[in-house]
């Protein structure tokens, strides 16, 4: 029998998540994008509910295209939060078009992708053992998390920016009983 981690054996969808997606390494900067604004509407929902909507969500949303939603309008916010199946909540809303502006920016201004900069950072962080230590995670979150801030970007707490680096598989969230680790 597989052995997941116990928030993926609450139904069908999330094991397959699990299985499937979770933590697995992501290093194209628009799925990280995408994942991002996943992880900001997930903010005091369950996780469940996002994988639910997700389709809604990216429809709704140009598909998570940074240059689209950096240029989104009080009208076109007004008409997503008027369709089914997304999660109406405007500071969320307001919050992943505002980050797509800040993404955009650092396009414009040459800077390194996102997932080049994680990407060394943890090989920084992992050169002496692969699997980083608690301690490392910590240091690895809070550094991800001050590089959002210069950025200007909003609702990348700890929580946001963490469950970002497990979800892209920057850092490993699995728990130990399960067979991931093993």
Same mark, same amino acid.
Not at 123 to 141: G, I, L, N, R, W
């Given at each position: 029998?597989?052995?997941?981690?116990?928030?993926?054996?609450?139904?069908?969808?999330?094991?397959?998540?699990?299985?499937?997606?979770?933590? @697995?390494?992501?290093?194209?900067?628009? %799925?990280?994008?995408?994942? *991002?604004?996943?992880?900001?509407? $997930? !903010?005091?929902?369950?996780?469940?509910?996002?994988?639910?909507?997700?389709?809604?969500?990216?429809?709704?949303?140009?598909?998570?295209?940074?240059?689209?939603?950096?240029?989104?309008?009080?009208?076109?916010?007004?008409?997503?939060?008027?369709?089914?199946?997304?999660?109406?909540?405007?500071?969320?809303?307001?919050?992943?078009?505002?980050?797509?502006?800040?993404?955009?920016?650092? @396009?414009?201004?040459?800077?390194?992708? %996102?997932?080049?900069?994680? *990407?060394?950072?943890?090989?920084? $962080? !992992?050169?002496?053992?692969?699997?980083?230590?608690?301690?490392?995670?910590?240091?690895?979150?809070?550094?991800?998390?001050?590089?959002?801030?210069?950025?200007?970007?909003?609702?990348?707490?700890?929580?946001?920016?963490?469950?970002?680096?497990?979800?892209?598989?920057?850092?490993?969230?699995?728990?130990?009983?399960?067979?991931?680790?093993?």
């Amino acid at each position: 029998m597989t052995q997941r981690c116990a928030w993926a054996n609450k139904s069908a969808l999330l094991m397959h998540y699990h299985d499937e997606e979770w933590g @697995r390494p992501v290093v194209d900067d628009d %799925l990280l994008f995408k994942q *991002l604004c996943l992880q900001i509407f $997930q !903010t005091g929902l369950s996780w469940s509910l996002i994988l639910q909507r997700r389709d809604a969500l990216s429809n709704a949303l140009a598909q998570f295209d940074v240059d689209t939603l950096a240029g989104f309008t009080q009208r076109e916010k007004q008409m997503y939060l008027n369709k089914n199946g997304v999660i109406a909540n405007p500071r969320k809303l307001d919050a992943i078009v505002h980050n797509a502006q800040c993404w955009q920016e650092t @396009r414009h201004e040459g800077l390194a992708p %996102l997932a080049q900069l994680l *990407l060394l950072q943890a090989d920084y $962080q !992992t050169d002496e053992d692969p699997k980083m230590s608690a301690e490392a995670v910590c240091t690895f979150t809070g550094q991800t998390r001050q590089k959002f801030m210069d950025w200007s970007m909003i609702w990348v707490g700890p929580g946001v920016t963490r469950n970002l680096l497990a979800a892209t598989g920057f850092i490993d969230g699995h728990e130990v009983t399960c067979d991931a680790n093993k």
